[in-house]
């Protein structure tokens, strides 16, 4: 999760963001003017707050309260009073960010007489309970999963009452983290929602199931497919820049890699790796075959830019340096690396971005979600870095004064035994780093995995674009599908309630 931002104080401080599923503010105003993506659908979202629950788990402590929950809506396609309702349960950033990324829900509203509403995770954006304390320790207590299903459950309770619509179906979304949530959204409140769309959700890898390696394996397959040169180069450059680290060369380093200030320290380097590192995590991650501004700015396919500008430059370590650049310096306004400004190291391996959003993500990971993941220079191209799940409890006690319980979403979110559920659609694109920590083989014939080649991170949700793959399109068609027959069985399931 990225970002920048500035909360209640009206100062906006512009940083750059990087990681799992956030944005810098800029390119988010961007986005904003533009309106969503390239079809000609202008969903006209309406900004509004919703009083929320402070602690749904306890009527007697601090959570006896409320806060201002944000969410978006509109109605501009919707079959008043009876059309479904597509509920897009935020994840960890801005939910604009979601909102404006997300142009295949407004396309399906459209064709199915939906209303869209997208709703802003607590702790995140400007759903903060607590305004700027919301990160203090106790105050940052309330922010878990748990928490966040509750306050979507009780959003749709009550938004469906208000707009005379208790017979409108309701189907749920997401991405990443926030498919995570539509999946347990469907496990946990199956009387609410009839159905999930589950978009690159690594619901097992997060629970501990799996390979700590699969990641940045899978990150480093997506470089080795565009030619093996490419990967045989990265992890040459990071040999080099390990022998320069040896021999405590830093004046060298730092002219190298055009940094701000000389490394001085193994920690330091430690740093510059974990940099270097992220910006492949980025490029795999979000290597959609047209540029986009979500996470920050990338080019047309990233992964391929990254390959040829590895291999063409002067040396490895320059090449490495221009390469790490798409993702840091894409405005091409970057004067030097600051190592400990571009990037925050935290408890996701795979990055946190900056900013407010990224404490709530690192607290995250530091409770329920599992994300120790490590590379090793043997399955994958970068330097040994490992995270184990003691490396997360020694960190995370002393962050925040918590304790990670590695099996918690096995126990409380089924982890791997879902036969039970039903309607759910887990939907995974075969660039998509994520995708092997999520479900890839349907289970029934109600909990459908979709394959989606040439796909990066949960592609399918975005609008409709020319250079899409025919995996794609056909990929939302079968979505589409199975949306419709969901709410035709729901509607049937409401009429006689
Ligand atoms: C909870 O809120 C009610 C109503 O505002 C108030 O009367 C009560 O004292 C509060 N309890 C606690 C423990 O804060
Ligand atoms: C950022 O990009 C510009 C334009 O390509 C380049 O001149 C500059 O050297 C880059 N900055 C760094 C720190 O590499
Ligand atoms: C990665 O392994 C190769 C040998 O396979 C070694 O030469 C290189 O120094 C290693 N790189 C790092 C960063 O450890
Ligand atoms: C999707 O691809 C994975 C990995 O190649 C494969 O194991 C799985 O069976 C495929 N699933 C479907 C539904 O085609």
Redesign the pocket.
């Known amino acids: 999760m990225s970002r920048i931002l500035d909360i209640l104080a009206a100062t906006l401080v512009i940083c750059f963001t990087v990681g799992l599923d956030a944005l810098p503010f800029h390119s988010l105003i961007k986005s904003k003017q533009h309106q969503v993506g390239l079809s000609s659908t202008d969903p006209q979202f309406t900004e509004k707050y919703f009083t929320q629950i402070l602690d749904h788990f306890n009527f007697n402590s601090m959570g006896n309260g409320s806060f201002q929950q944000r969410y978006l809506i509109t109605d501009k396609y919707w079959k008043t009073g009876y059309g479904p309702i597509f509920f897009y349960t935020g994840n960890e950033g801005d939910i604009w960010e979601f909102a404006l990324n997300s142009g295949f829900i407004i396309e399906l509203a459209a064709q199915q007489g939906a209303l869209v509403i997208f709703a802003e995770h607590r702790y995140y954006g400007k759903s903060l309970p607590f305004g700027e304390d919301s990160f203090h320790i106790p105050e940052v207590g309330l922010l878990t999963v748990e928490q966040a299903l509750a306050d979507y459950a009780v959003m749709i309770t009550e938004l469906k009452q208000e707009l005379v619509a208790s017979d409108c179906p309701v189907i749920v979304f997401g991405g990443s983290y926030g498919g995570m949530l539509s999946v347990y959204m469907r496990l946990k409140y199956p009387n609410i929602v009839a159905g999930a769309l589950a978009a690159s959700a690594p619901i097992l890898s997060t629970a501990g199931l799996g390979d700590p390696r699969q990641f940045f394996r899978d990150v480093t397959a997506d470089f080795q497919n565009i030619s093996p040169e490419c990967s045989d180069a990265v ?1 040459g450059a ?2 080099q ?2 022998e320069l680290a040896e021999r405590q060369d830093y004046s060298l380093i730092k002219e190298k890699f055009a940094l701000c200030k000389a490394p001085s320290s193994p920690q330091d380097v430690h740093q510059l790796n974990g940099l270097l590192r992220n910006a492949f995590t980025l490029m795999a991650m979000l290597d959609y075959p047209y540029s986009t501004h979500f996470m920050g700015d990338m080019p047309a396919n990233p992964v391929k830019v990254g390959c040829d500008t590895m291999l063409s430059g002067p040396d490895l370590l320059t090449n490495l340096r221009n390469t790490a650049g798409i993702v840091y310096n894409s405005t091409g306004e970057l004067t030097c690396f600051n190592l400990y400004k571009l990037f925050v190291e935290c408890a996701d391996p795979t990055g946190c971005g900056l900013g407010f959003n990224s404490m709530a993500w690192d607290y995250q990971a530091c409770t329920e979600i599992d994300l120790c993941f490590e590379s090793n ?1 043997v399955t994958d191209m970068f ?2 870095m490992f995270f184990t799940e003691e490396d997360r409890e020694s960190y995370c006690t002393k962050r925040w004064g918590v304790v990670p319980r590695p099996n918690w979403l096995k126990v409380h979110f089924w982890g791997d035994d879902l036969f039970t559920a039903s309607n759910i659609i887990f939907s995974n694109g075969d660039l998509d780093p994520w995708a092997n920590g999520g479900v890839r083989k349907s289970l029934s014939s109600s909990l459908v995995a979709i394959n989606i080649s040439g796909g990066a991170h949960h592609l399918d949700l975005r609008g409709s674009n020319d250079a899409d793959p025919g995996s794609v399109i056909k990929a939302r068609k079968t979505e589409s599908q199975l949306i419709e027959e969901w709410v035709k069985m729901e509607k049937t399931r409401l009429k006689h309630l």
Request: proline share 25%.
């Open positions: 992890r990071f040999g820049l390990k220079n330097p040994p």
